[in-house]
């Protein structure tokens, strides 16, 4: 395949797409690698790699001797240096496990289409360097290590569930992004079936697995999502927690119908985790017909109000709009104590709010001003710069910013009108 003109953001040619080979699953995320071919891109004998980003600065242990001192040649960038840099569009790089060999580490290999001729990667360590930000827990680990897989699966498919476990809840490692690449790479009635049972048996003291394997089933076509909205009669309190959460993470108008049958649920976290789903999905027409969610409308606790109103926007009816909108004009709350309100405003796209949101900016109290600064760069796609120490000259320059986009917005609708 041959190279595109464009460049990316990370600088360097694009490939539309690479295959790695790895002996192993690498903490470095594969979005921040670049590639050199040598001696050329149309005669290839060597492939080496550089690390950029966050990468670069945390996982330089990856290069091996050879590869280290290739990407600190003074020539590397240079015209009349090796073919590259090259970056991949970005999700493009999948990742194959190698079998490991009786007495030596195989060598990393890249090739530029699934099927095509393997160049040999040589900067990168054949075996994996020690990661010493990475936790170990026990029980988690235990837990995969007596695992009985049901189903004869890929080698990359076992060691990207014993990556994802061995990073626990919040790992220094990045590792488990590349697991969930590779996952979702390896689509299978197998792997399907693999997924909800290791979720279904797993210890919860750690929930980053729950939420990496639900996340990929609910994704893996309509049989994965089936088999998600399946485990909403888990046992586990926890883990039908997980699974709301889920539902209203992937936004599948497919998930409505077990959330409004986890209204019901015996516990008051499910029940409200459903909820805040159900805002995030959305409500239709005839969704509601037991009105379980209309009820939340005149729940004593505001942000049940608010996600009650956020599921309901799409049926239609303004007034679930103007409260929204009021909350932001008239409480002295910070947003973030009112149901998450910021995150409601930006998902529902209510640039009604930006005016009330300036108002907020301007507030003396920084946790009134803090929240309300985030919401409208998100919502505006605005860089305000603001923060809690800035001065007074940044905060009137944030604010002309911001009215200033506003001004320009109402001229846009009206002329939309017109």
């Given amino acids: 395949m041959n190279s595109s003109n464009t460049t990316t953001s990370g600088g360097g040619e694009a490939l539309e797409a690479a295959y790695l080979e790895l002996p192993y699953i690498p903490d470095f995320l594969l979005d921040d690698v670049r590639f050199y071919f040598v001696p050329s891109r149309d005669d290839v004998r060597a492939v080496y790699h550089e690390l950029v980003g966050d990468s670069a600065e945390n996982w330089s242990s990856y290069y091996n001797k050879k590869g280290w001192a290739f990407i600190h040649q003074d020539d590397i960038h240079q015209h009349d240096g090796p073919d590259g840099p090259y970056a991949v569009e970005k999700g493009c790089i999948r990742l194959d496990v190698a079998a490991p060999g009786r007495f030596f580490a195989p060598t990393p290999r890249f090739r530029f289409t699934p099927d095509g001729d393997t160049y040999p990667l040589v900067s990168l360590e054949k075996r994996r360097p020690l990661n010493p930000w990475k936790p170990t827990y026990i029980r988690a680990v235990r837990?995969?290590?007596?695992?009985?897989?049901?189903?004869?699966?890929?080698?990359?498919?076992?060691?990207a569930v014993w990556e994802i476990e061995e990073c626990g809840e919040v790992a220094g490692s990045t590792s488990w992004i590349n697991a969930e690449a590779v996952l979702m790479a390896s689509n299978s009635d197998e792997l399907r079936e693999t997924l909800a049972d290791v979720f279904y048996n797993r210890p919860e003291d750690f929930p980053l697995g729950s939420q990496v394997y639900l996340r990929v089933l609910g994704r893996l076509g309509e049989e994965g999502f089936d088999k998600l909205k399946g485990l909403v009669a888990h046992p586990v309190t926890r883990k039908r927690t997980v699974v709301a959460d889920t539902l209203g993470e992937l936004r599948n108008p497919s998930g409505v119908e077990p959330l409004i049958l986890l209204l019901d649920d015996e516990d008051p976290n499910v029940r409200?985790?459903?909820?805040?789903?159900?805002?995030?999905?959305?409500?239709?027409?005839?969704?509601d017909a037991e009105g379980k969610v209309k009820a939340y409308l005149e729940s004593d606790e505001v942000a049940h109000r608010v996600w009650a109103a956020q599921a309901s926007l799409k049926l239609g009816d303004p007034s679930h709009r103007k409260f929204l909108v009021q909350l932001v004009k008239e409480e002295k709350r910070p947003l973030a104590d009112l149901g998450d309100l910021g995150d409601v405003i930006v998902e529902s796209d209510l640039v009604d709010a930006v005016p009330f949101l300036i108002q907020r900016l301007k507030d003396g109290r920084p946790e009134i001003s803090m929240d309300a600064a985030e919401v409208l760069q998100k919502i505006t796609g605005l860089k305000v710069e603001y923060s809690a120490q800035a001065n007074d000259e940044q905060k009137r320059l944030a604010i002309r910013t911001c009215n200033r986009w506003w001004e320009d917005k109402k001229k846009e609708r009206r002329g939309a009108r017109g």
Avoid: C, E, N, T
Avoid at 143 to 159: A, E, N, S, T
């Fill in 143 to 159: 837990f995969i290590k007596k695992y009985d897989w049901p189903h004869g699966l890929p080698l990359r498919v076992q060691l």
């Fill in 272 to 287: 409200v985790a459903a909820l805040r789903a159900l805002g995030k999905v959305g409500l239709s027409a005839g969704d």
